[in-house]
């Protein structure tokens, strides 16, 4: 078993009502059990904007950590329908928040936007999971690199404390798909992140680094032996608090 930190982050997407609060209760019962023998764990739920703050005030003895999904790029309040800001959703209960996720670069989340979003969302002492990845024509181009190299240096900033990012590497293509890279390509494109955000921040060490697409309870064994991987973000499997946990388990058999 390694003795590195490992995040194992869920994204409910749209998915949930306050009845599902059993599925955070159900995970956050085996993180406090577990504690003491995977003590090098740590587990993120990251749920729909309107449960929240329900969650949040059901867990008295909390083991694991709440965050949303998205935000708007305005920090505080303003006249924008339907939005919700960084500063409502801390207040609401979110300790972490996914931002760049495909799925909403691909509905208009530009990098530029996102700039703005990270940076309200570190304003109020969010912890961002920041997604990157390229698509699958993409790939085939040979534009991995570029695409992630553009996506890094266009919203991350030398100002901002790499201690509250996570980078998610997420290739486009690999999700819901049940695809995952090859262990080359997926050291590659690891070692390639941390190489660029370690001179964004002039630091010997860069944010962690976690994986995502088609992550599950059957091939996480996978990637066990790539040492560079600080994480999971999970999708689908997150909604079942068996596969989520047995996710966990599998990993550190």
Same mark, same amino acid.
């Given at each position: 078993?390694t003795?590195?930190?490992?995040?194992?982050?869920?994204?409910?997407?749209?998915?949930?009502?306050?009845?599902?609060?059993?599925?955070?209760?159900?995970?956050?019962?085996?993180?406090d059990?577990?504690?003491?023998?995977?003590?090098?764990?740590?587990i993120?739920?990251?749920?729909?904007?309107?449960?929240?703050?329900?969650?949040?005030?059901?867990?008295?003895?909390?083991?694991?950590?709440?965050?949303?999904?998205?935000?708007?790029?305005h920090?505080?309040?303003?006249?924008?329908?339907?939005?919700l800001?960084?500063?409502? @959703? /801390? +207040?609401?209960g979110?300790?972490?928040? =996914? !931002?760049?996720?495909s %799925?909403?670069?691909?509905?208009?989340? #530009? $990098?530029?936007?996102?700039?703005?979003?990270?940076?309200?969302?570190?304003?109020?002492?969010?912890?961002?999971?920041?997604?990157?990845?390229?698509?699958?024509?993409?790939?085939?181009?040979?534009?991995?690199?570029?695409?992630?190299?553009?996506?890094?240096?266009k919203? @991350? /900033? +030398?100002?901002?404390?790499?201690?509250? =990012? !996570?980078?998610?590497? %997420?290739?486009?293509?690999?999700?819901? #798909? $049940?695809?995952?890279?090859?262990?080359?390509?997926l050291?590659?494109?690891?070692?390639?992140?941390?190489?660029?955000?370690?001179?964004?921040?002039?630091?010997?060490?860069?944010?962690?680094?976690?994986?995502?697409?088609?992550?599950?309870?059957?091939?996480?064994?996978?990637? /066990?032996?790539?040492?560079?991987?600080d994480?999971? !973000?999970?999708?689908?499997?997150?909604?079942?608090?068996?596969?989520?946990?047995?996710?966990?388990?599998?990993?550190?058999?």
């Amino acid at each position: 078993m390694t003795n590195k930190l490992k995040y194992f982050i869920g994204n409910w997407k749209m998915f949930g009502d306050f009845s599902d609060y059993k599925i955070i209760y159900k995970i956050n019962q085996f993180s406090d059990r577990s504690k003491n023998i995977l003590k090098e764990k740590k587990i993120v739920l990251c749920v729909p904007s309107t449960l929240i703050h329900y969650f949040k005030n059901k867990l008295t003895k909390k083991s694991i950590f709440l965050g949303v999904q998205n935000c708007h790029h305005h920090q505080k309040y303003g006249p924008f329908t339907g939005a919700l800001s960084a500063t409502m @959703l /801390k +207040k609401a209960g979110a300790e972490f928040i =996914i !931002l760049g996720h495909s %799925e909403n670069r691909f509905n208009g989340d #530009t $990098n530029n936007l996102l700039n703005k979003k990270i940076s309200s969302s570190l304003n109020e002492k969010l912890k961002i999971i920041y997604c990157i990845g390229e698509t699958l024509k993409e790939k085939r181009n040979k534009k991995t690199f570029h695409v992630l190299k553009q996506q890094i240096n266009k919203c @991350l /900033k +030398k100002s901002y404390n790499p201690n509250n =990012i !996570l980078i998610a590497y %997420e290739p486009v293509w690999s999700i819901g #798909t $049940n695809k995952i890279p090859k262990k080359i390509e997926l050291e590659k494109a690891i070692k390639f992140i941390k190489n660029q955000t370690t001179k964004i921040f002039k630091r010997k060490k860069s944010p962690k680094v976690l994986y995502g697409g088609s992550v599950n309870d059957r091939n996480i064994r996978q990637f /066990k032996s790539i040492s560079l991987i600080d994480g999971f !973000l999970i999708g689908g499997a997150s909604h079942s608090p068996k596969k989520f946990i047995d996710i966990i388990k599998n990993y550190y058999k």
